[in-house]
């Protein structure tokens, strides 16, 4: 079942084509990669999906569950279950981790938050009642994002490159809660550069000067990727090969 | 006369929510112009001398005084003035903590004003932190004017904190000289809304080798409230240190103006400042809207982080 689909999407920025006719169907219960070059236009794609200000006037039709949600904003999109974390996620003064994490989940119970950091990989006793602030490593942020995310339980995590500024043991936690939200019945969709990130997917959009130029089983989007876009200049003009 | 007094300290206390204390904390309660009650502990020297329309307060810190002392100042009436004049000396080696409440439940139109000098003297230490509790309709005035010296190796903090109730015609002033190996932290939090009108004057100089000052302001401001935070800095002396933050946000018809002034006189000295005036910032916004809050929870929770 598909749960999300985007027919013929396209915005313009600055009267520059960033997405040019996007269509594509996410099916429900996967980990999918959007997966390209710098510049290809992917998080314009994952911002357009959240609806973020700056990304609202894109042509074609957004669909989720069956209906459009074009005309939503970003957190009556959330409140259908549809969720993004930043590339550089925000830093807040003041707001602790606790009141971040519980902020879109349901029951608002301390547990909650201790469970979701514990499933981070983050000591709660030590990080519950710091803030989400400039004093966070990189990685512990984006951990702390992933343990908000897990508490909201999401129908649809759209999450711009997960490895950035992570390392390799958070970046194993990380894996670990997509998987563990993949087992919850959330569907993921990872927005990537990396062809180690693509790996951990199980199906991928590979997009390239704003169009889709190849999708499938995401080994056989890996293979195109590493072999066909890789070697190309990365003109942003996708060739017919 | 004693009952009305007793009257008077209850309420005045309710208004803070603070009543029985252990007899190892110092307190002193003021309303209006008369010393309802005072408690001191060992090393805490404290004489208070009534003139019209307030009170003259003199304070010693003559050792280590482990429990924050407690101040309440206030008045329960909805109008008049109360002018505190506060010497505040914390001797050599000694250190202590104030809190003080100024509390001001059912404020029309009252005037609060404060004069404070304090002298950190060598290797001493204070911490004061001023919470102000005022009623739901502003009507005050509160005009606190600090001078400070902090001698070698001193620490002093001071923190001011309006959240609850409006906060009225504010009008702080700080002033602080700080010495050889001293630091000083400077922090205002204020929610401004309706009519108030905040205005911030802090000032820290730098005179000794090696000082620190920090001055740092977080405003909210919604409504037709007005902001001014003027914030100085100057650093004279080698390898001192400073820092200006000044964030504000504002909502409706609110207006900020930050002027961080930052004056370097010496080359091995370093200052810095930063500034961020403006509506909520949309990252942190949308960041907790794809979490499903809406744009009033959202907004509701980055001020409240801002302001803790
Ligand atoms: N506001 C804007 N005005 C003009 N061009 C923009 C604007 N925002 C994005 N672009 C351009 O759109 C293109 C796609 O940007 P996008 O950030 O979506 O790329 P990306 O695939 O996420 O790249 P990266 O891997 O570097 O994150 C880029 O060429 C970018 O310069
Ligand atoms: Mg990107």
């Known amino acids: 079942m598909k749960i999300l689909q985007l027919n013929n999407v396209s915005l313009l920025k600055e009267s520059k084509s960033i997405l040019k006719g996007i269509t594509i169907e996410i099916w429900n219960g996967y980990i999918h990669a959007i997966v390209g070059p710098n510049g290809a236009g992917k998080s314009t794609l994952a911002n357009t999906i959240m609806g973020l200000s700056g990304y609202r006037d894109s042509s074609g039709d957004i669909i989720f569950d069956g209906k459009s949600i074009k005309d939503l904003s970003i957190d009556e999109r959330a409140r259908l279950g549809i969720t993004l974390v930043f590339q550089e996620p925000a830093r807040f003064e003041g707001l602790t981790v606790k009141d971040f994490i519980l902020s879109g989940s349901k029951i608002k119970s301390k547990d909650i938050a201790i469970e979701a950091l514990a499933r981070v990989g983050l000591d709660p006793i030590k990080y519950i009642n710091r803030a989400v602030d400039k004093t966070l490593s990189g990685g512990e942020r984006k951990r702390i994002e992933l343990a908000s995310v897990y508490a909201m339980k999401p129908r649809l995590l759209l999450m711009d490159e997960p490895d950035s500024g992570v390392d390799i043991d958070s970046l194993k936690y990380i894996f670990d809660i997509l998987q563990e939200l993949k087992s919850q019945g959330s569907t993921v969709v990872l927005v990537t550069h990396s062809p180690e990130v693509l790996k951990k997917a199980d199906h991928a959009f590979l997009i390239c000067g704003g169009e889709i130029v190849c999708k499938g089983d995401a080994q056989k989007v890996f293979e195109y990727f590493v072999n066909k876009c890789s070697p190309c200049k990365h003109i942003g003009k996708p060739s017919k090969d | ?308």
């Open chain 2, 1 to 308: 006369m004693q009952e009305n007094k007793e009257k008077l300290l209850y309420e005045l206390l309710s208004s803070i929510n603070q009543h029985k204390l252990p007899p190892d904390v110092a307190h002193i309660e003021i309303h209006g112009n008369e010393v309802l009650n005072a408690h001191l502990v060992k090393g805490l020297e404290v004489e208070a001398k009534s003139f019209e329309d307030g009170v003259d307060v003199k304070i010693k810190v003559r050792e280590v005084i482990k429990n924050p002392v407690r101040f309440c100042f206030g008045m329960i009436p909805p109008n008049g003035i109360q002018k505190i004049i506060i010497n505040t000396t914390v001797e050599k080696d000694a250190s202590a903590s104030f809190i003080a409440s100024c509390t001001f439940p059912n404020a029309k139109n009252i005037q609060h004003l404060m004069d404070a000098f304090i002298t950190i003297e060598e290797n001493a230490s204070l911490s004061y932190f001023e919470r102000h509790v005022h009623g739901p309709d502003g009507g005050v005035t509160i005009v606190p004017n600090t001078k400070v010296l902090v001698k070698e190796n001193g620490r002093f903090s001071t923190e001011f904190e309006l959240i609850k109730g409006a906060a009225g015609v504010i009008e702080i002033k700080y002033e602080a000289e700080i010495g050889i190996n001293a630091t000083t932290n400077m922090k205002a939090r204020i929610f401004g809304r309706m009519n108030d009108s905040i205005h911030i004057k802090e000032k820290a100089h730098l005179i000794g080798e090696n000082s620190t000052g920090v001055l740092t302001s977080h405003i909210a401001l919604k409504d037709n409230a007005v902001a001014i935070v003027e914030n100085e800095i100057i650093a004279d002396a080698a390898f001192s240190r400073g820092h200006v933050d000044c964030k504000e946000i504002v909502q409706g018809n609110a207006k900020a103006r930050a002027i961080p002034i930052v004056e370097v006189n010496n080359p091995k000295a370093h200052v810095t400042h930063e500034a961020a005036i403006g509506s909520v910032d949309s990252k942190q916004l949308e960041t907790l809207l794809s979490r499903g809050l809406t744009e009033d929870e959202a907004t509701e929770l980055i001020i409240q982080g801002l302001l803790k």
